[in-house]
């Protein structure tokens, strides 16, 4: 990656399916994420969560404290804490306290080894004490971009489901005879037509499902260079214009694909933690440094 190579946040797999979001009764519920509803960036590249066998068009940075083997590892211990988390039993909660536990044993051991080697040097304990800290930070950032990008391969498994259920039992009412654009009014429906054409409409999804943008992004800003461009899309992009004062950035204008002719690429300055809600600086450097964040606007 070039200096100047815009990375796109805060997805991480890419535009959501917008179909997912909305039914026939709320056809504007969906929130710009898909691709239908907003211009690709040309040459952007979307944050790697450090797994194997990164694709060519994301960044994977060099700060990942796992390598891509363990990251492998603990995204499968994430999914099956979901899992267990969605089968009613406690062994979630049991996994995540026993983590916790370890982490702070591990951290705890890390310092005794820290101190131990500083031979009673108070600055190099300090030193110690301040590694382990990082190091702890990045770990947890990280774990927190690979639960970001299990949620949004389940919420794109979810909407593929649902997808299917609604044409299947489309076919279903079709095969029966049943007009689901029927007026109903005025009469009830037997229950087996009624029911039928209800699961035969498209099912939205609620967008909780999707991870909260300011979680990924305070995340993200860890393994993120300062000096990298982020472009910015979806609810993430519809606050922050309302949040930063943008301006027309030429540019970035050309790398602006499939937008509407009156399309303008915009950016503004801001630290990251002006962009995350927080009132003051936070002390985490990847937090407070100022940063380029790019997106686009309408212009009459």
Known sequence: MTESSPILLPLLRGPLPLHAFETPAQPNLAPATGAE??????GALRLWPGLPDAPANYFCPDKYPFS??????????????????????????AAAAGNSRAARRASEM???????SSDGNPAAALAAEAARKEQLALSQAQ??????????GTFAELAELTTRFAHDAGGLTAALGVDPDEDLDGFTPDALTGDLVRLGSPIALDTSLV?????????????????????VEGPMRNDLLDLLDFAPAQRWQGLLENAPAN????????????VLGHTRPTGQ??????????????EA
């Open 263 to 274: 399309a303008v690429a915009v950016e503004a300055r801001a630290p990251g933690w002006q």
């Open 211 to 231: 991870p909260p943008w300011r979680l990924v992004t305070a995340n993200a800003l860890y393994f993120v260079p300062a000096d990298a461009p982020l472009v």
């Open 285 to 298: 450097p990847p937090l407070d440094a100022e940063r380029v964040w790019v997106t686009w606007r309408i």
């Open 68 to 93: 891509p083997r363990e990251a492998q590892a603990c995204l499968g211990d994430l999914q099956q804490m979901g899992d267990a988390a969605l089968s009613g039993l406690p062994v979630g909660a």
């Open 37 to 42: 509803s907003a211009p690709q960036w040309s």
């Open 143 to 152: 774990k927190a971009l690979l639960w970001a990008w299990l949620q949004e």
């Open 110 to 116: 890390a310092l005794i080894k820290g101190l131990d």
